[in-house]
């Protein structure tokens, strides 16, 4: 089945403490990108990659890394985490104009 | 940048037709997208539109006019099930921002029996 997956779905941490999201898509997508979303606020792009080895900054990148060593895996790394990263955060990955997105993880930071 | 600029939310009956608009900063634009959001969900694609005019896909048709930087996404004969929140975006039009999105912040369509 074509999907993209995120792990965790839900995390719970403290301020400081560093934390991988994991995304991973079997479709063989070239493009893939992290958002978080906000009430209120809506989708805000915080990472892109076009291609391996490839990334670009979206619009709230401020405290967030990403790698993209291979195809199908894009992670976001919070080096430090602090409350206002709390959100729910969406991988989604694409090729041509329909982007499909992973199934959300819902992040709290204390 | 863009500003993306929709309304907050919408009403209408089973059966009917419901229209949401949405607008933009016209300066780099290459497409607009709509996507639906299901409570506790993740946002699934609807449409693409790039050149002006009308796309209809079944029940639901997408609208841009790229001069007045507006969009609209038209609902047809709904049903409960399109109780959701509908997402407009836009992507880069430079080879520097292709891969860039901004959303509008959506527009939560409640159906009502």
């Known amino acids: 089945e074509a999907q993209v997956t995120q792990n965790p779905r839900y995390l719970i941490t403290v301020t400081g403490k560093k934390l991988t999201v994991t995304c991973s898509q079997n479709?063989?997508?070239?493009?893939m990108s992290w958002y978080r979303q906000d009430p209120g606020l809506g989708l805000r792009q915080i990472y892109y990659?076009?291609?391996?080895?490839?990334?670009d900054k979206g619009d709230v990148p401020e405290g967030y890394k990403v790698s993209r060593k291979e195809k199908r895996n894009f992670p976001l790394i919070l080096e430090s985490p602090s409350p206002n990263q709390t959100s729910l955060y969406f991988c989604a990955s694409s090729l041509g104009h329909t982007q499909y997105f992973g199934p959300g993880t819902r992040l709290t930071v204390l | 940048g863009q500003n993306i600029d929709q309304p907050t939310e919408m009403t209408a009956t089973e059966g009917a037709i419901v229209q949401i608009n949405c607008t933009y900063q016209t300066s780099g634009f290459n497409g607009l997208f709509w996507y639906q959001q299901h409570a506790g969900e993740a946002p699934t694609f609807l449409s693409y539109?790039?050149?002006?005019g009308l796309e209809e896909k079944g029940r639901f048709s997408s609208f841009l006019s790229r001069s007045k930087g507006y969009s609209y996404l038209l609902l047809k004969e709904l049903q409960m099930k399109d109780s959701a929140s509908y997402l407009c975006?836009?992507?880069?039009?430079?080879?520097?921002?292709?891969?860039?999105?901004?959303f509008g912040a959506g527009t939560q369509v409640v159906v009502t029996p």
């Open positions: 990659s076009m291609n391996v080895e490839v990334t």
């Open positions: 539109n790039v050149l002006d």
């Open positions: 479709m063989n997508h070239e493009y």
């Open positions: 975006a836009v992507r880069g039009m430079t080879t520097d921002s292709w891969g860039k999105f901004q």
